[in-house]
């Protein structure tokens, strides 16, 4: 392929008789999958767009011209004053990208103009809220070598601890009686320049801070199933529960005197890079050469032998050459909106009606398993959260269908950074699947218990509530479905979750029809590089 | 008429706890309203009084008379008849207070059945109690200057093995009675017990039962070891002694140490009896009863039931015997009649001939070997005992070889197992692998206990002798009506095809708690049961072990992933190399000691700054031990927790390797080492907490926190651990080695298989990944 016709967007593609088989993903690994014709239709990402020529002066250039009301950041910058700079944390974006990372891009032209300022009172939080820490070397990936050397040694770079007794402070309340919680390091400043990426329409704006250097405390208000049910869904701002909370928060953070300058960036849709052995992931099957399909092939039967370690080893190394699309400063809400506007031009992919039955194939990584492992509960959280919630307007599947995902779902869990996550699928799953009954009945003692809160201070664990969170990310998917399962998958942990398994795709298929009876529409969703469905 | 005669009679009873002794103290009061009991027992912890409520009167036996009295009734009756006297028949004078010389001095009839009835009893035991009972008793009521009516009850195998009739006359009438002097006998017993604990003492000796207890336990620390080889030097005199009987009784004509202790026992009574006047009753093999108290009523596990059970089992694949040969069976019920008309009756007239009857049925009614055979397999093909899986086990058909056979086939199999298990022993296994190594060892205990039962019941199922029951047959004839009807003892009213299969069979069952039903499925297994009472809210303290039990990881690897953190290229390879080359004397010191591996080992931290081990240890944590946590074990000390229990972490692990640990408990016991300048020096500072020294740690915190241990859990996982699993009501087995695998299988301990979260990558060696970018910190 060549890189100079201009990116197509994406594509609806009606299957019929001579249309390939697809690429679904499926863990570390694929499946190939030929679609019933004539009632079928897959939908294809934009290609990636072109990437900014000159990063580094489209940075410059976004502090020095800030969107919204907002002075250019070297006028902010003063000597005396105390400067945070809070980032995204390791769950964006995914995979992690290539050196350099566009937060060291940002960091080191806003620590350049700091220094310039002569500003020396400077932090570097990762906003991380209740993820797990991040380790020496993903934190050098993030911020770079140089960044992480002069600020790390002398604890001036640090992760988010949302359980500091003495590092957190409650803001206010909103009108609605939400707790807002912040970091105290974050609410003393002078000026708090949040440096984000932007890879879903979820991400940014207020949500950056209001959520990322939140705690429980203040997280709880809007990580709840009844947000979440109302959130329709929580990729589109407009009709987003979760959406309106964080705009409320950001408001009381910034009545509390807190100034932030946000900067925000995007990035293209070359997950899986224009070559080298992923790229073919990126192409539409029909246009495979016969070199594309050999080396398919031979890629599957070697990861189909591969063990399972072995494989997950493989993909975790792999690094997304992302390409910077955007960036915008300033005013939060002034910026996120040219972000949005940035990310649907990706992301946005016309479809037209919904379908009875809806597939996806679950890749290796979602946001909570970075150098981990993709256990159960995150593959639900992938498919019913993110995956089903990457729409506007209408969900792509009607209410009452079946939604079929394809991964191999292993009940393995990692001890280090999910330990609340396997007691959560053997002792909460084993209970109920219910996230009404599980918020009310075990929330809080998960919440609060000192074991889980010691592991996330001071290991890498997710904090003890981030399963309930996980599972209430599914939760208007699971309202909305009338069916879930999970082809190839590992038949103990997809019941423990309360779907059901199929060892094929035909299976899955014809499961399906008790619920929707013969003959249904069936819409694959080709997922990642990714996409977001306007159903209309 | 026998109640008659028995009322106004105080009547004395030894042996009242056993199975013919219960069924007499029974069938005395119920149907003999007129007559008082002085029940002669051991004291026991509780005194005889007490012992007489719990071991009589609550046994089942009694359920008829208590419902028909009322439970006030009955201990009004029991109150004003019954006299409880503490006394043992292996003390001479009985070992009575005045009291009880009073209470046996004012009865008319004694009724002694106390016996040594086990067949494998150690000689001298056996000697004690059969041989020497009766001639104390005669003894102690000459010097109390009385001659009650003494009913002394024998066995017909007193006759001996042998072919043919034998008649109701004294042993040593009989012109098969090799005549011995008793009194040397009990002499020579005696002598034998002395020869043999102290040869149990030697130095070799003592040397191998130590080492069989190291073998058993592993390094279980001083104290541990000296009780388990105490243990083993008993249990070798017990045994020897056993053997002892069984080959002096064979080399005298009988079948096992009961009968020819018995037989010298009777004997000795004649001659000592003086004034006294002696009946001696002898049954043959007595079973469940026919009728009274209840049909098929038994009591403990007695001569039949352990080989009817083995067989129902399928570990019986022979049994010897011929099949026309007769077993002599008799239900309990008949011998206690008969023991009731000879007291009714009283002493004979020296003039009528000896004084002896026998209560067996071969001469008139025989039960053939053959045919009890076919009836136990007939019943247990239609009720089929179940296997562990849940499975019925098949019974096998018996070709009646000779018993020289049969314990040749047991012999391989056990000989089989036992290698099967020695190497079991030596391989590094754990949780569900050793337990099968626990099954093993279980199997190989039926079948040596199966050849046991050849070499002792063999006999009696080859014996052919055929008891006269002419005296007692005239004693039959003599009752009126309603005596044969209250007191029947006629042994031609048994029909053996209703007996063995309606009454006898069933009752065996019971009493053994033999599954006869498949597990119910969905009912509460026996572990949930177990773990459902470790989580109750009123345990105390909860102890808990590191290595193995909470994390599958050691001191050798965490001291591997310290020792590597800052190494890279030549040192580290070297670092490597070293360690790996010491595994051996490593491993082998820690078989031999764990406080002196732990020693040895710790002094490699010598020189290791404590700032920078502060460190790396928290690091450790993540990536050494939680990747090798057991998650479940974890979820159970924050159970506890969450139940209240106290939670204490004992282990021989350094204090900064489990320091990461403290929230889970409320104190941690371990190593630690000196500081000088801030750097290790590599010396413990206390005792290291393995063994014995765990134990200590455990008690003095519960004493130190006013906890009570009985109410406490330990988890561990080792056979060194069993100090401090012992001292719990509550231990847990986790993930245990052969040896406590077995151990905790015997005792009914719950077994917990804890593992590893799935899905980890495993490093060869537990070393720390290569620092590749930058070492500021």
């Known amino acids: 392929m060549t890189g100079h016709l201009a990116p197509r967007p994406g594509f609806v593609l009606d299957v019929d008789r001579n249309s390939p088989p697809i690429v679904f993903h499926h863990g570390e690994g694929f499946r190939l999958e030929k679609l019933p014709p004539d009632r079928s239709r897959v939908i294809y990402p934009a290609e990636p767009l072109e990437g900014l020529p000159d990063p580094d002066g489209a940075i410059r250039e976004a502090l020095l011209n800030p969107i919204g009301e907002s002075d250019p950041l070297p006028a902010l910058l003063r000597p005396g004053m105390k400067l945070t700079i809070a980032f995204d944390d390791i769950s964006l974006p995914l995979p992690p990208m290539r050196r350099p990372d566009i937060r060291q891009r940002v960091i080191e032209a806003v620590l350049d103009l700091a220094a310039e300022a002569g500003v020396d009172d400077v932090h570097l939080i990762a906003a991380l809220a209740i993820h797990r820490r991040m380790t020496e070397d993903e934190l050098r990936h993030a911020v770079g070598d140089r960044v992480y050397d002069a600020f790390a040694p002398d604890g001036r770079l640090y992760n988010h601890d949302a359980e500091d007794p003495d590092g957190m402070v409650v803001l206010g309340e909103t009108p609605h009686g939400e707790d807002v919680q912040f970091s105290r390091r974050a609410a003393e400043s002078d000026l708090v320049v949040y440096v984000n990426i932007n890879l879903v329409a979820m991400d940014g704006g207020h949500k950056s801070t209001a959520t990322g250097l939140s705690g429980y405390t203040g997280l709880r208000h809007h990580h709840n199933v009844h947000t979440m049910r109302n959130s329709r869904s929580f990729m589109d701002q407009e009709n987003s529960a979760l959406h309106a909370s964080n705009w409320r928060m950001g408001k009381i953070i910034r009545d509390a005197g807190v100034k932030i300058f946000q900067i925000e960036t995007t990035v293209n849709n070359d997950t899986f890079g224009r070559e080298g052995p992923l790229a073919l992931l990126q192409k539409r099957e029909w246009e495979w050469s016969a070199r594309d399909r050999m080396q398919f092939l031979g890629m599957k039967a070697g990861l189909d032998v591969m063990p399972t370690k072995a494989k997950r080893k493989v993909f975790s190394s792999w690094q997304a050459p992302y390409a910077l699309t955007s960036v915008q400063a300033g005013e939060v809400e002034a910026v996120h909106e040219v972000t949005t506007e940035n990310v649907y031009r990706q992301h946005l992919v016309p479809v037209e009606g919904q379908t009875d039955i809806l597939t996806m194939g679950m890749p290796y990584i979602c946001p909570y398993n970075v150098n981990s492992i993709m256990n159960p509960i995150l593959v639900m959280c992938l498919g019913l959260g993110y995956f089903f919630n990457l729409y506007r307007g209408r969900p792509l599947v009607r209410e009452g269908g079946v939604l079929i995902m394809s991964h191999p779902t292993p009940w393995e869990f990692n001890p280090v950074h999910h330990p609340s996550y396997i007691d959560f699928f053997e002792q909460v799953l084993a209970d109920t699947t219910d996230p009404v009954e599980i918020e009310k009945k075990y929330e809080k003692q998960y919440a609060e218990d000192e074991w889980y809160i010691h592991l996330y201070r001071n290991s890498y664990a997710y904090h003890g509530v981030h399963p309930f969170y996980m599972w209430y990310w599914g939760s208007h998917a699971l309202q909305h479905l009338g069916r879930v399962i999970i082809v190839g998958g590992d038949p103990a942990a997809v019941r423990r979750m309360g779907f059901q398994v199929a060892s094929t795709l035909q299976d899955a298929l014809e499961m399906a029809s008790d619920v929707v009876g013969p003959q249904p529409t069936i819409t694959h969703m080709k997922n990642p590089p990714i996409l977001m469905a306007d159903v209309t | ?777």
């Open chain 2, 1 to 777: 008429m026998i109640p008659e005669s028995l009322a106004e009679r105080r009547i004395a009873v030894t042996g009242s706890t056993g199975f013919l002794g219960t069924a007499l103290v029974e069938r005395l009061l119920r149907s003999a309203p007129g007559c008082e009991l002085v029940l002669i027992v051991r004291p026991g912890r509780r005194g005889a009084t007490r012992r007489v409520e719990r071991d009589i009167f609550r046994n089942d036996a009694f359920d008829a008379l208590r419902d028909q009295l009322g439970p006030d009734g009955f201990a009004e009756m029991t109150t004003r008849r019954v006299t409880a006297v503490a006394g043992d028949v292996t003390i001479d004078g009985l070992g009575l207070d005045d009291e009880g010389r009073a209470a046996l001095a004012s009865c008319d009839t004694v009724i002694h059945s106390a016996a040594a009835v086990s067949f494998d009893s150690p000689l001298d035991q056996a000697v004690e109690v059969n041989l020497l009972g009766p001639v104390r008793i005669v003894e102690t009521l000459a010097d109390l200057r009385v001659a009650p009516h003494l009913v002394a009850v024998s066995t017909c195998y007193v006759a001996g093995s042998r072919r043919g009739s034998a008649p109701e006359e004294p042993v040593d009438a009989s012109p098969f009675f090799v005549d011995v002097d008793w009194r040397t006998e009990v002499e020579a017993a005696r002598r034998i017990r002395r020869d043999t604990e102290t040869a149990s003492r030697t130095p070799e000796r003592l040397v191998g039962f130590r080492e069989q207890a190291h073998r058993e336990l592993g390094a279980a620390g001083t104290p541990g070891l000296a009780a388990k080889t105490e243990q083993l030097r008993s249990r070798w005199v017990d045994d020897h002694m056993a053997e002892s009987g069984v080959a002096r009784a064979s080399s005298l004509g009988f079948p096992d140490a009961y009968a020819y202790t018995k037989a010298l026992g009777e004997i000795a009574t004649a001659e000592s009896a003086g004034a006294v006047p002696v009946s001696v009753v002898r049954p043959a093999i007595i079973e469940s009863a026919i009728a009274e108290p209840s049909p098929g009523w038994i009591r403990g596990f007695r001569m039949a039931e352990p080989v009817i059970i083995s067989y129902a089992r399928g570990l019986l694949k022979e049994f010897p015997g011929v099949p026309e040969g007769t077993i002599d069976v008799i239900p309990v019920d008949l011998v206690v009649a008969a023991i009731c008309a000879v007291a009714a009756r009283g002493p004979l007239d020296p003039d009528d001939g000896p004084d002896i009857i026998q209560v067996a049925s071969g001469s008139v009614n025989p039960l053939r070997y053959g045919k009890l055979v076919n009836l136990v397999r007939e019943w247990f093909t239609e009720h089929p005992i179940y296997d562990d899986m849940g499975q019925p086990i098949p019974v096998p058909e018996w070709s009646f070889p000779g018993r020289g056979r049969v314990k040749k086939q047991l012999q391989r199999a056990g000989t089989m197992l036992d290698h099967a298990q020695k190497v079991f022993d030596v391989l590094p296994v754990r949780g569900r692998q050793a337990e099968v190594g626990a099954r093993l060892e279980e199997q190989r205990e039926l079948v040596h206990r199966a050849e046991g039962y050849v070499d002792l019941y063999g006999a009696y199922a080859e014996c052919e002798a055929v008891y006269g029951l002419d005296r007692l047959l005239a004693l039959w004839d003599l009752l009126d009506d309603d005596d044969q009807a209250a007191f029947c003892f006629d042994p031609r009213v048994i029909d053996w095809d209703v007996y063995a299969p309606e009454i006898h069979l069933p009752s065996v069952v019971k009493a053994g708690r033999i599954p006869m039903k498949p597990p119910a499925r969905g009912g509460e297994s026996r572990s949930s049961r177990l773990r459902r009472q470790i989580l109750a809210p009123e345990r105390h303290l909860v102890a808990f072990d590191l290595e193995n039990t909470l994390i599958a990881s050691n001191v050798v690897a965490s001291y591997a992933w310290l020792g590597s953190r800052r190494l890279n290229g030549r040192d580290r390879v070297r670092f490597v190399a070293g360690l790996v080359a010491e595994v051996p004397t490593l491993l082998s010191l820690d078989k031999k000691d764990r406080s002196d591996f732990l020693r040895y080992f710790y002094r490699r931290y010598d020189g290791a700054p404590v700032d920078q081990i502060s460190i790396d240890a928290a690091e450790k944590f993540s990536e050494l031990i939680l990747t090798k946590s057991f998650p479940a074990a974890i979820r159970r000390v924050r159970e506890h927790r969450a139940l209240g229990h106290r939670t204490l972490l004992i282990t021989g692990a350094l204090d900064f390797v489990v320091e990461p640990f403290r929230p889970l408990f409320d104190e941690i016991v371990c190593a630690k080492l000196g500081v000088v300048d801030g750097a290790y020096d590599g010396q413990l500072t206390a005792v290291p907490p393995t063994g014995e020294a765990r134990y200590q740690a455990l008690v003095d915190h519960a004493a130190a926190h006013d906890l009570d241990l009985r109410e406490s859990v330990a988890y561990a996982d080792s056979a060194s651990d069993l100090p401090m699993l012992e001292a719990v009501g509550f231990p847990v087995a986790v993930n245990p080695e052969t040896r406590l695998a077995g151990i905790a299988r015997k005792r009914g301990w719950l077994i917990e298989d804890f593992r590893k979260s799935p899905g980890m990558h495993r490093n060869l060696l537990p070393l720390a990944p290569k620092r590749t970018v930058g070492t500021s910190r």
